[in-house]
């Protein structure tokens, strides 16, 4: 389980999370939701041990902060919102260095296969560089995979924090991105991850948490948290909720024109 307690994050002179509590379970996919600036990539980036933080970040009990680098390593694979790649690496070497970075060195394989599950495999050789940015978005994606492609191991069930998985896809690399999240999750790891998207995020959560200014100001199952209350508070606009007969909630804005 992933526990949070008393978090404070400050950046700068700036408290971007202040008192935040929270749990996620493994075999469940927990969706962070909220405005920019409201703190969903701190959260991520303090959970995940690159920022500095004051209270309590357990993930199997192990507190965040103590836990050496190599073990989080084998725990949990990140994908940043942005990732900056400065040598001219293939696409191989890219999802290589997820493998080199986890226990799974050696596995050589895990690299087709995890270029394969996000549709890049045909592309292994080719300059990084050169693909566009939804494509480097899937690569990265089969980098942090490689890291971590077991959902659960000798140890216990293992975690994708995902900033933003889907934001620059089409929506068929969206959907399939989202079938990778819940196959990891049914398997029984965890899966926590920031989305902008609302209606993509009540298909796939079990469990949501909206942010506002670091704080959070709902949390439950999707149709407890994609109502017109919570939302318009949050993203300071009218927003209506209505229903889908097979899928639940949809959310559509307000305003009869931009
Ligand atoms: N290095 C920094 N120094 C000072 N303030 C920072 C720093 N990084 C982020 N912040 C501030 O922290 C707040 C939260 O940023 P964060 O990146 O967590 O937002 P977010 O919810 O992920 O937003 P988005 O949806 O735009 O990705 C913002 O107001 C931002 O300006
Ligand atoms: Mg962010």
């Known amino acids: 389980m992933l526990r949070i307690s008393g978090l404070s994050v400050h ?6 999370i202040g008192g935040l509590d929270l749990a996620a379970l493994p075999g469940a996919v927990t969706v962070i939701l909220g405005p920019n600036g409201s703190g969903k990539s701190t959260l991520i980036r303090a959970a995940t041990g690159e920022l500095p933080y004051t209270g309590s970040i357990t993930l199997a009990g192990e507190e ?25 690496f293939t696409v191989a070497e890219i999802v290589r260095l997820g493998l080199q970075s986890g226990l799974a060195a050696g596995r050589e394989g895990l690299v087709m296969q995890a270029l394969a599950e996000v549709g890049m495999a045909d592309t292994a050789a080719r300059p990084f560089h050169e693909l566009s940015g939804g494509q480097q978005a899937r690569v990265h994606l089969a980098r942090v995979r ?9 140890e216990g069930p293992r975690w994708l924090f ?35 998207d609302l209606n993509l995020s009540a298909m796939i959560a079990d469990r949501m948490v909206l942010l506002s200014e670091g704080r959070i100001i709902a949390e439950g199952p999707p149709d407890a948290v994609i109502s017109d209350g919570p939302l318009s508070r949050a993203y300071g606009c009218a927003l209506r909720v209505g229903q889908v007969p097979v899928s639940g909630p949809w959310l559509l804005p307000q305003a009869a024109r931009i």
């Open 146 to 154: 490689a890291q971590v492609w077991e959902a659960v191991d000798a």
């Open 64 to 88: 965040i902060r103590a836990a050496p680098a190599w073990r989080l390593a084998a725990r949990r694979g990140v994908l940043e919102q942005a990732t900056q790649v400065a040598f001219p």
């Open 11 to 16: 950046l700068g002179r700036r408290a971007v």
């Open 162 to 196: 995902l900033d933003e998985p889907v934001a620059a896809l089409d929506i068929a690399h969206q959907l399939a991105v989202m079938r990778i999240m819940r196959d990891f999750a049914d398997a029984g790891g965890g899966v926590v991850a920031v989305m902008h």
